[in-house]
C-alpha cells in the first residue's frame, strides 16, 4: 500500500508492503446439494445446501436452469424457507422445493443469495470489487412423474414371517418405480403411501371376516433405494385359523399439491393354509405360489 503526503521537502511515497488484505465473502455453496427426500416433477421436498458465507440473515435460494452467469430461474420450480423445515444459517441452508407438473424432468442448479455477509454486514455495491452475494451454482436433480410399478422380486420373507400360533403367509415384494414411457425412476428417498380397503373372506369354520381398511399411510413400504425401488414388507396376511382373503391396495406418491398420484391398484388374494403356509397374489404381477 502507498500512501503521498507533503512535508517540508515536498510530495513524499510511503511505501507498506503486506498492510492490507481484502477478502472475498461471498456466500460459496460446497456440492452437493443433498435432497432429503428426492425430487420428481409434481413433487415437493426439502433440499439441504452446505457451504460458508452464506451470512447470519436469511436470503434467497433460486433453482436455475444455467450453472454460470446472471440466474434463469426454473419455470414451474419454487424454493421456499418459510416452510416447516426452512433454514438459513452462515453456513447451511435448508429450503422446500416445490416442482409443479409443468415443470420438466432434468438437472439444474441451486443458488444462494445472501443479505448479509458472514460478519451481519449488508452487501454494498463495489465496483472492481469481487465480493457479492451471489454463490456459484450446484445441481439439483428432477426426476420423472412416478406413472408405474413393476414387481421385480418377491418371495417367502424373513424379517415378518407370521408369528407362533397363527395361519397364513407373507412375503416381500420389491417393486421398481417407472415413469409414464416406463422407464425406472431411478431415485433415492421416494416416500410410496399405501391405502387399503377392508380384508373381507372366510374362516375355515365358515365364519365371516371383515377388518378394518386405512387411507394413505407413509412408512410401511419404506423408501426408493438410488434404483428407484422398495419393498412391500410383509405382503400376506396372518390370522388364527385357515382361511381365503381379498383386498385392493393403492399406491401413491404425493404430488405438489398435497394430494396423491396413484401409480397401482392391486387386487390382493391370500390363501392361509397353515403356519407360514399358503399362497399369494397380488393379481398383477405377483402370482399365487
Known sequence: MSLVYTDAFGPQTLTV???LHVYDTSPIITPPVVEDSGLTVDSSGYISIYGSYFGTSAGQVLICTNSSGTCNQAPGIQAALS????????????????????ASAGTYYAQAIASTDA???TFLAAPQQAQGNQSNYAAVAVAATPASLS????????????????????YDVVYQVNDAAG??????????????????GTAADGSTISTLGYDYMPGALGT????????????GFCYPQPATLTLTQWIAFQNSSGGYNNVRMNSNTF??????????????DVPKQ
Open 183 to 200: 422407464n425406472p425412476v431411478a431415485v433415492a428417498g421416494l416416500v410410496p403411501f399405501e391405502k387399503a380397503s377392508a380384508a373381507a
Open 17 to 19: 508492503s503486506n498492510a
Open 224 to 235: 426408493t433405494d438410488a434404483s428407484g425401488r422398495f419393498h412391500d414388507n410383509p405382503f
Open 119 to 121: 460478519s451481519g454486514n
Open 83 to 102: 416452510a416447516q423445515y426452512g433454514y438459513w444459517s452462515n453456513t447451511q441452508v435448508n429450503a422446500l422445493i416445490t416442482v409443479g407438473p409443468s
Open 271 to 284: 390363501v392361509l393354509t397353515g403356519p407360514n403356509q399358503g399362497s399369494v397374489s397380488n393379481g398383477v
Open 151 to 170: 414387481a421385480v422380486s418377491y418371495g417367502l420373507t424373513t424379517l415378518t414371517p407370521c408369528t407362533a400360533g397363527t395361519i397364513g403367509i407373507n
